[in-house]
């Protein structure tokens, strides 16, 4: 287990990063010094985030997500319960840096976990990052720290949360999130042009294998 220490409005919050394996040494870049590339705070089911899956049922809509909004209540059988949300990166996204990302109070989430993963949706990297603990620090669970090797991060295509416990031991609600990162999108192919470019080699063929059947 490795400990991290991060300064925030005057307060001492410690992280706890938790290794898959440790047989490799790691290079990380830290993100507590402000990014060299624009931030930008991502909404659910916008530019950046496509429509998040949920582990289990919830009540209020997608929207309902975003920072700012009422937030979302998690139907579980029992309190206990690990709730995952796992947010998509859009198609033409990419992610340069991460800032922040945190559960917003009035939530009772105390404490959850970010995994990244990539098109296959498995882990990358050799960590799993803990959020600072709401309850004994009686602040919103963040995670400012990214402890990952840069070039996994062209790799990332799901962010995935695990919600592990809660303030009062009841099912999360009023779930809200703060997602800061540096994005970078690239352009998506018009659909015009990729039909031009079918029908065009179609006749082309066609009109080679019509001149052939007439020798």
Same mark, same amino acid.
């Given at each position: ?6 300064? #925030?409005?005057?307060? /001492?919050?410690?992280?706890?990063? /938790?290794?898959?394996?440790? /047989? ?9 010094? &402000? ?29 309902? =997500? ?7 209540? +998690?139907?579980?059988? /029992? %309190? ?17 840096? +991460? ?14 976990? =970010?995994? +990244?993963?990539? &098109?296959?949706? $498995?882990?990358?990297? $050799? @960590? ?8 004994? =620090?009686?602040?919103? %669970? ?9 070039? @996994?991060? #062209? ?15 009841? %099912? ?6 703060? =997602? !800061?990162?540096?994005?970078? !999108?690239?352009?998506?192919?018009? !659909? ?11 006749? +082309? ?11």
């Amino acid at each position: 287990m490795i400990s991290l220490t991060v300064s #925030s409005v005057g307060t /001492t919050i410690p992280t706890t990063v /938790t290794p898959i394996t440790s /047989t490799e040494s790691t290079t990380v870049v830290s993100t507590t010094t &402000k990014p060299s590339c624009e931030m930008q705070s991502a909404l659910i089911n916008d530019r950046f985030i496509s429509q998040p899956e949920f582990s289990t049922p919830i009540i209020g809509s997608i929207s309902d =997500l975003n920072s700012g909004e009422k937030g979302i209540d +998690f139907v579980v059988n /029992t %309190p206990s319960t690990v709730v995952t949300i796992i947010l998509p990166l859009k198609q033409n996204v990419k992610i340069k840096n +991460f800032v922040k990302i945190q559960i917003l109070r009035p939530s009772n989430v105390n404490r959850f976990r =970010l995994t +990244f993963l990539n &098109k296959q949706k $498995q882990p990358i990297g $050799q @960590y799993q990052i803990l959020s600072t603990d709401s309850k004994h =620090l009686l602040t919103s %669970p963040t995670i400012d720290q990214f402890p990952i090797k840069t070039k @996994y991060f #062209s790799e990332i295509r799901f962010i995935k949360l695990e919600i592990l416990d809660t303030d009062d031991d009841q %099912p999360p609600k009023h779930v809200t999130l703060l =997602l !800061q990162a540096c994005f970078k !999108q690239t352009k998506i192919p018009q !659909q015009g042009k990729w039909i031009h470019f079918f029908l065009s080699n179609y006749l +082309f063929f066609s009109q080679k294998i019509a001149h052939k059947s007439m020798q």
